[in-house]
């Protein structure tokens, strides 16, 4: 089984899921994609981790952002846990949970660390370009809930810096000014960055941030 590392091609798939069968590449089309993985159906954590996820879908939806999940379990398991997430958490989940009994996905995407557990998955992100390359992969030990402010986060600044020559700093926010990446001269900023940009060193230069896209 080989390892998944930064800037792969996100394997395709067909796999049965809460809403159909479902191929990934045909699910994202032209869009990023978001896939976490669930250790298993009727787990405290996860429970709020798919409410949760289905309060931001209109996050991920503005940032042109599919989101689909994975869990060990079977469909007609998914569909009965949904009913629960929907009424625990207040919310009604809309989108596709895998169901990947066989660990076929899982194993696909390195999703089953032995040493920490040999059946379940870890709390595995991957966020997939459009150009379905992996563009962030985060794994969670199966005790710890993610945060999904984070996940918009780093959504924000991967599509920011996809498109302009620029990279974000510690603690960066939407709205934040940016740096100005080496490989471009003063001379090109002054161009690139109509909004001017300050040199706090010469390998250090801040901008307001450009537009953002997304596509």
Not at 130 to 149: E, M, Q, V
Request: aromatic share 8%; hydrophobic share 35%; proline share 6%.
């Amino acid at each position: 089984m080989s390892t998944i590392k930064l800037g792969d091609k996100a394997p395709n798939f067909d796999a049965e899921t809460s809403e159909g069968k479902l191929n990934l590449y045909d699910y994202l089309g032209d869009s990023w994609g978001i896939l976490f993985s669930h250790p298993a159906d009727y787990t405290p954590v996860c429970t709020t981790e798919l409410g949760t996820a289905a309060r931001y879908k209109a996050e991920f939806d503005k940032r042109n952002v599919k989101m689909i999940a994975l869990s060990v379990d079977g469909v007609e398991s998914h569909m009965d846990w949904i009913k629960d997430i929907n009424e625990t958490q207040n919310t009604s989940v809309n989108f596709p949970i895998i169901a990947d009994e066989d660990r076929k996905v899982s194993d696909l995407y390195d999703m089953i660390h032995p040493n920490a557990d040999d059946t379940l998955t870890v709390r595995s992100v991957f966020i997939i370009g459009p150009d379905k390359k992996i563009k962030l992969l985060l794994t969670y030990p199966a005790s710890t809930g993610r945060n999904f402010d984070e996940l918009l986060r780093v959504i924000d600044s991967l599509q920011l810096t996809a498109y302009n020559k620029v990279a974000t700093p510690a603690n960066w926010k939407h709205g934040d000014d940016v740096v100005i990446s080496p490989s471009v001269s003063n001379e090109e900023a002054k161009t690139m960055f109509p909004k001017g940009f300050k040199e706090v060193k010469s390998y250090l230069r801040l901008t307001p941030q450009p537009e953002l896209k997304n596509s």
